[in-house]
C-alpha cells in the first residue's frame, strides 16, 4: 500500500455570506490550511441566490470582483460538484446571498489513518457532527454537572449511628 493509496475522511462545507460579495479573509484562511497540508482541496463553488430565489454559480476563473480572494482558487476542480449539488446548496441558503460550498479531504488525518491500516486497522464507520450540536450538549452535561455539585441539590444520605 503506497502513500497515495491512503486518505483522510472527505468533507464538504457550505458556507454562507450575508451579503452578495465575499472578502478575501477565508478565502485566505483555507488557502492557508492548504499551504500547511491540514486539507487537499477537491472543489470550490461559489453559488449565489438572488433575492428572488434564483440559483446561480459564478465561474472562478471570470475572477469577479464580489469574489474576494476565491477567484485564487479557479484551479481548485476535480469534477464532483454538479449543477445539482449547486441547486442543492443554494435550497440551503437564504436569498440575496453568496455561498462557497467546498469539498476538501482532511490530510491531516493521513498519517494517522496509515498508520492504523499499517497496523492492520481498517476504517469501517465515520461520520460528521454538526459542531454546534457538540458544543450544546458539552453545555448542557456541564450544566448537569454543576447543578449536582450546588448545596442542597445533594441528596440526604442516611445517618447511621457509629462507635457504639
Known amino acids: 500500500m503506497s502513500r497515495a493509496d491512503v486518505h483522510g475522511p472527505i468533507d464538504f462545507l457550505l458556507i454562507e455570506f450575508e451579503e452578495?460579495?465575499?472578502?478575501?479573509?477565508?478565502?485566505?484562511?483555507?488557502?492557508d490550511l492548504v499551504d500547511k497540508g491540514i486539507v487537499?482541496?477537491?472543489?470550490?463553488?461559489?453559488v449565489g441566490k438572488t433575492v428572488e430565489g434564483v440559483a446561480y454559480a459564478i465561474d472562478l476563473?471570470?475572477?469577479?470582483d464580489q469574489l474576494g480572494g476565491f477567484a485564487d482558487m479557479a484551479w481548485v476542480r476535480s469534477g464532483l460538484l454538479t449543477e445539482d449539488d449547486?441547486?442543492?446548496?443554494?435550497d440551503a441558503m437564504q436569498p440575496g446571498t453568496l455561498s462557497a460550498l467546498i469539498v476538501y479531504e482532511n490530510t491531516w488525518a493521513v498519517p494517522f489513518v496509515a498508520a492504523a491500516m499499517a497496523a492492520?486497522?481498517?476504517?469501517?464507520?465515520?461520520?460528521?457532527?454538526?459542531?454546534?450540536?457538540v458544543m450544546t450538549a458539552l453545555d448542557a452535561?456541564?450544566?448537569?454537572?454543576?447543578?449536582?455539585?450546588?448545596?442542597?441539590?445533594?441528596q440526604p444520605v442516611a445517618a447511621t449511628r457509629s462507635g457504639g
Request: proline residues 4%; charged residues 25%.
Open 40 to 46: 487537499n482541496l477537491y472543489d470550490v463553488m461559489i
Open 20 to 31: 452578495d460579495r465575499l472578502t478575501g479573509e477565508a478565502a485566505q484562511a483555507l488557502l
Open 61 to 64: 476563473a471570470d475572477g469577479v
Open 141 to 154: 452535561l456541564e450544566a448537569d454537572a454543576q447543578e449536582a455539585e450546588a448545596p442542597g441539590s445533594r
Open 86 to 90: 449547486m441547486r442543492q446548496a443554494a
Open 120 to 133: 492492520g486497522g481498517e476504517v469501517i464507520a465515520g461520520a460528521r457532527i454538526p459542531a454546534q450540536d
